[in-house]
């Protein structure tokens, strides 16, 4: 029986929660194997993280799977995940779209592999319809690309005279962000015990609650998930105001 399920409020759920998968590495080499090792491991996490949260009703649910930076990783590695990454999807996808979980992605897309790119989105089709868990993957995606994107299209919308500086707010600028159609994350998790958030959705988390776990990702299972959501339910979340006025 799970110690933290339980413990649950299922009336305060956060409705967006993001996580940045990091520890693999570490894990495969704790294990002496290569770093593909702990990659493939953490898929294992990805399926019961994934369940757990459409199993609570969590709307939204962001993984940090391939970040910019990660394409400076040695080219065996990254051939190795993204041959990793699409195989893994497309086995999946028959179970998410089974629990009505919608498959959708953030980032640079156009820097994978031609195949690989087509492969994903032939699975994003096959899940298309589905209305429960909305799963993000982060591929290719750093927040610096993100915010420099957004900026380069408002500046081409105001050249075009589709913008004017007077329309410029926190509301556009979000409108232009790749996250557009989804709500801010209430709860980032990064697991492996780093204390950093490494150029992952700065702009969507400036309220969210930060959650920081040892446990490397592929150990990371629906009893973590679960921990880290009733840390958060213990906070009081303050938007800037007082205690007094929270509780008012």
């Known amino acids: 029986m799970s110690q933290y399920k339980e413990q649950i409020d299922k009336n305060k759920l956060p409705q967006h929660i993001a996580i940045i998968m990091d520890g693999n590495g570490r894990w495969a080499k704790k294990m002496g194997n290569q770093r593909i090792f702990g ?8 399926r019961e993280t994934t369940e757990a949260a459409a199993e609570l009703g969590i709307k939204y649910l962001t993984l ?6 990660n394409w400076n990783r040695p080219k065996a590695e990254v051939d190795a995940l993204m ?3 699409v195989k893994t999807i497309e086995l999946e996808t028959p179970t ?3 629990n009505n979980v919608k498959l959708l992605t953030i980032g640079d897309t156009s820097r994978m592999p031609k195949e690989t790119a087509d492969r994903l989105q032939q699975c994003i089709q096959q899940t298309a319809g589905n209305t ?4 993000i993957l982060a591929l290719s995606y750093s927040s610096r690309w993100e915010i420099t994107e957004a900026v380069r299209n408002m500046v081409s919308d105001g050249i075009n005279g589709n913008l004017s500086t ?3 707010n926190e509301t ?3 409108n232009y962000l790749s996250t557009a159609k989804y709500p801010d994350p209430e709860l980032l998790i990064r ?3 780093e204390y950093r958030i490494s150029n992952f959705l700065l702009w969507q988390i400036a309220y969210t609650e930060l959650y920081f776990t040892e446990v490397l990702w592929p150990d990371f299972r629906k009893e973590d998930l679960y921990q880290a959501i009733v840390n958060y339910q213990s906070r009081e979340r303050r938007f800037g105001k007082t205690s007094e006025q929270v509780t008012q």
């Open 83 to 85: 041959n990793l990454l």
């Open 39 to 46: 990659h493939e491991n953490g898929v294992t996490s990805v």
């Open 191 to 193: 697991t492996s015990g």
């Open 64 to 69: 940090y799977a391939f970040s910019t930076e």
């Open 166 to 168: 007077a329309d410029i």
């Open 172 to 174: 556009t600028i979000s």
């Open 96 to 98: 998410l779209a089974k």
């Open 132 to 135: 429960g868990l909305h799963l």
